[in-house]
């Protein structure tokens, strides 16, 4: 039962396919305006650009964590990659928190936004063997335009997903 790990960037690449397919429920109308795909060390510029695109629906996916988790039997060592990433979400900017937050009549509101993404992608395999997402917690936050001391800042929700990324079986070798 050999099995080889699954490229990080191949599952994010389909996170981000799988969320730009992504529909507001009973309509066809997109959940997101855009999305995309953010280098772990461009968080800061991720986070900006959140805060400079107001008119937009947005969820920018960023890598985070990996893990193994190995088991020695003999001469066989078993490992398996599970990895972690976020997915950051913005609404259209509105003047009020609450409707920014909680929706209003042009908009959905972060929060539904959010419940959306995690109800969607949970359990979704995204076209890979044995890849199942799995939501692990998120929380709100706001973000300021730097360039304007008067921005009241836009609200968004920083959601942190999980996933089996295949396992490896090998024989122990010396190199």
């Given at each position: ?20 397919a ?60 599970r ?9 259209t900017?509105?003047k ?14 972060v ?11 949970t ?53």
């Amino acid at each position: 039962m050999s099995q080889d790990f699954i490229p990080t960037l191949s599952i994010l690449n389909a996170v981000v396919a799988a969320v730009q397919a992504l529909t507001v429920p009973e309509s066809e109308d997109k959940l997101f305006d855009e999305v995309r795909l953010y280098d772990a060390t461009d968080v800061d510029k991720a986070f900006a650009d959140l805060a400079l695109n107001r008119q937009k629906k947005l969820c920018f996916v960023l890598p985070s964590k990996h893990t193994y988790q190995s088991q020695l039997d003999g001469s066989k060592l078993d490992s398996a990659k599970r990895i972690n990433f976020a997915c950051l979400v913005c609404d259209t900017d509105r003047k009020t928190g609450r409707e920014a937050l909680f929706g209003g009549d042009k908009n959905l509101g972060v929060i539904a936004l959010q419940e959306e993404l995690v109800d969607q992608l949970t359990g979704a395999q995204l076209g890979l063997r044995w890849v199942v997402v799995e939501p692990v917690e998120g929380d709100d936050f706001v973000v300021f335009d730097e360039h304007q001391s008067s921005d009241p800042g836009r609200k968004g929700w920083f959601q942190l997903f999980s996933t089996r990324a295949g396992r490896a079986n090998r024989s122990i070798q010396r190199l």
